[in-house]
């Protein structure tokens, strides 16, 4: 599958949860958006290798003025593996000789000579060579030679393929073979098909089915012969794909003989998949591959793989095929979109309030109805120090995008600065009249906002602590968020309206409204210009702020939405609502993904981490919560042996047992990412093999 890929910069803004969302500072990133709408994502150190890898990518003007970078020949499972080895590039020649599928190998370098990569082309060429000497199916060859025939590059790569042709065929020339001249004779690994092939009907349904063998036939019959080539095939393998012909029409009767774990095992299953993607019979493809992912999910298959049994990696499954049946796997253990949680934070004696997230991600701020603020290692869970200065509650927290200041407000009608790195107030902002309900902070650093019960917003120096601005409304003011761009600060009222002021002359930009219900919360979009607004009629809705036409209007709770934060990539939103729910929504389609975390009072805040799918929520529970979110993206690049044992835990786990690494097992952990690991063991309380006592 082919599809466009997509290098763009994106400029990571961290949000603040609850009523407020302030922006953050930056880290770079780069995504990668695939043809037909699939992303993934890679760190600036891995593009800095793609560079100095890539004479293409290096070379290209186009992308420091577009911040765009456009490789139209790459499909997704290449480009992550070329990922990988440009990666590992000082070891690529070890770990391309664990790779034995020649047809991948020859578009992996079709796509580095695209990229200009030569040291991986010169690794890839050397490879192949070696593949060609041990290659044993003449057709392959013709396959091989058929894809690179186009290329003159190739010219050292087709001599080594017509030197090993002319070696097998004067091989088989050798051999007495007797062939039947009345019937279709199959030339396999292991010899002649011990019965030639007389059944027309089903030798036409086998031809009519497979693109492979239609080719062969037409050549049979330009050359008037009756003998099919196919030496990566055996007996026992062609028998069994043949048999299934009969059913061709009738998948059901398909689906339930490859069911019988009697007949088939997951070899023969596996052996089958090889030789329908040989013969190119989707249909027959797609069912093994359903039997395969069922068969694999058995408990008993699982406690194989438990004593070190492995999908048998010899045999050559093409890797599409590879990733199907992954995918097919995830699917049934709903593993595309799984959250589980890494940490409660103990400390706070009554209501969470609200939510923000250091700058970096590292750590963690919660402000509290116990009238303090506490920080926290937001990558450990620990407890770093408490903001004591309020005499009342704290409605609001906010980390400063260069984060070195934390702003907190009160109802005591004061708003604090604190140090980040020290916990000493700086200052303390005193002028509203009221409660002081939201603050937030310009992308800079230099001003802080503050939104109050008595109908003023104020905007003060935060270097200074002076105020230099206020302005006032005649009806409630119900939200307030400053854009990532310093463009706008955006007020949302009682009565439903949105207001975007200029900061340039604090004059109304635009305003619009989308009910005439409370705005609750707002929260812009760290790349573009979206504000998602949450109402107390239960609806978020997603704003263009240019133009003030509404994107998607977000559907599913049950009261009041009480906040709402995007991801770092706003591929995603958050929500919680006094409905007691916590809800994730695709914020690109607006279609809801799940519920996570239904607790038994009503959601306060919650906040994304800025740069990682992890969220922070607070309620009336008087504990933050953090989760880890993995999604398609995380879960894309997992193999079959990882699955595998992700069921093997899920499985035991539904059992109320926990699953302890073996040796075995814990080999397989290892080669897992960071955040898979995690889920493992907190989510799902895997003990490694290394933690067991001597």
């Known amino acids: 599958m082919l599809f466009m890929l997509v290098l763009t910069l994106i400029t990571f803004s961290g949000q603040v949860a609850a009523a407020s969302h302030s922006p953050q500072s930056t880290t770079q990133r780069v995504t990668v958006q695939l043809k037909d709408g699939e992303e993934s994502e890679i760190s600036q150190a891995t593009f800095k290798q793609l560079i100095a890898a890539s004479k293409t990518i290096a070379n290209d003007t186009t992308y420091m003025e577009n911040q765009r970078l456009t490789l139209q020949e790459i499909p997704a499972p290449a480009f992550a593996e070329i990922v990988q080895l440009i990666k590992h590039i000082n070891r690529v020649a070890a770990l391309l000789a664990k790779k034995k599928r020649i047809f991948s190998l020859a578009k992996l370098l079709t796509y580095a000579r695209f990229l200009d990569a030569s040291v991986l082309e010169n690794a890839l060429e050397k490879r192949i060579k070696q593949l060609i000497r041990t ?4 057709y392959n060859l013709d396959k091989l030679k058929k894809n690179m025939a186009n290329d003159n590059l190739n010219k050292a790569l087709l001599n080594s393929i017509e030197s090993k042709r002319a070696f097998l065929m004067s091989k088989k020339n050798a051999n007495q073979i007797k062939i039947d001249p009345a019937a279709y004779n199959f030339i396999l690994q292991d010899g002649i098909l011990n019965k030639p092939l007389t059944d027309k009907n089903r030798i036409d349904i086998l031809i009519e ?15 008037q012969s009756n003998v099919f080539y196919m030496d990566t095939i055996t007996q026992k393998t062609f028998e069994q794909l043949y048999l299934l012909i009969e059913d061709f029409n009738d998948s059901k009767k398909i689906n339930t003989r490859l069911a019988d774990n009697k007949t088939y095992s997951i070899r023969d299953l596996a052996n089958m998949l090889n030789a329908a993607n040989f013969f190119d019979i989707n249909i027959l493809m797609v069912s093994i591959i359903q039997a395969l992912a069922a068969r694999l999910l058995l408990p008993s298959s699982l406690e194989q793989l438990k004593n070190g049994a492995r999908w048998p990696n010899d045999l050559q499954i093409p890797a599409e095929l590879d990733f199907a049946i992954t995918s097919q796997i995830k699917n049934n253990i709903s593993m595309n979109n799984i959250i589980y949680t890494l940490f409660a934070l103990e400390g706070h004696t009554s209501d969470i309030s609200s939510i923000g997230w250091s700058p970096d991600g590292k750590n963690i701020v919660t402000g509290s109805w116990d009238n303090t603020a506490n920080i926290w290692n937001a990558q450990t869970g620990t407890f770093i120090r408490k903001l004591s200065q309020h005499t009342d509650i704290i409605y609001a927290v906010a980390w400063s995008p260069n ?6 407000a009160s109802s005591d009608r004061t708003a604090c600065l604190w140090d980040a790195a020290t916990g000493k107030r700086v200052h303390t902002l005193s002028g509203h009249t009221n409660e002081i309900l939201f603050i937030t902070w310009s992308p800079d650093s230099a001003y802080l906002a503050t939104g109050s019960y008595d109908r003023q917003i104020k905007i003060w120096n935060s270097k200074t602590g002076t105020l230099v601005r206020e302005m006032a409304e005649t009806i409630g003011i119900s939200s307030i968020a400053w854009s990532p761009d310093g463009k706008y600060l955006a007020i949302g009222l009682a009565n439903g309206t949105i207001k975007l002021m200029d900061p340039a002359s604090w004059s109304v930009a635009r305003s619009f409204s989308g009910s005439p219900h409370d705005v609750k919360t707002l929260a812009w979009s760290p790349i573009s210009n979206h504000l998602a607004a949450g109402s107390a009629d239960g609806i978020i809705r997603i704003w263009n702020a240019q133009t003030g036409q509404i994107i998607h209007s977000l559907k599913g709770h049950a ?17 919680g609502s006094t409905d007691t729910e916590n809800k994730i929504w695709n914020a690109k389609t607006g279609a809801f993904i799940r519920t996570f975390y239904q607790q038994s009072s009503a959601t306060h805040c919650v906040a994304w981490s800025p740069i990682e799918n992890n969220i922070a929520t607070g309620s009336e529970e008087k504990m933050p919560f953090v989760f880890c979110y993995l999604d398609a993206d995380a879960l894309k690049s997992i193999t079959l042996d990882q699955i595998l044992l992700i069921a093997l835990a899920r499985d035991l786990g539904k059992q109320n047992k926990k699953l302890e690494l073996n040796s075995h097992l814990q080999k397989i952990f290892d080669t897992m990412s960071p955040a898979i690991q995690e889920f493992l063991v907190s989510g799902q309380g895997v003990k490694k093999f290394s933690e067991k006592p001597l």
């Open 403 to 408: 984060g070195n200041l934390i702003a907190t």
């Open 209 to 223: 089915s497979s693109q492979m063998l239609k080719d062969m036939f037409n050549d049979m019959e330009n050359t």
């Open 135 to 138: 290659e044993k199916s003449i």
């Open 559 to 575: 009261d009041a939405i009480g906040s709402v934060s995007w991801n770092y990539n706003e591929k995603y939103l958050a929500s």
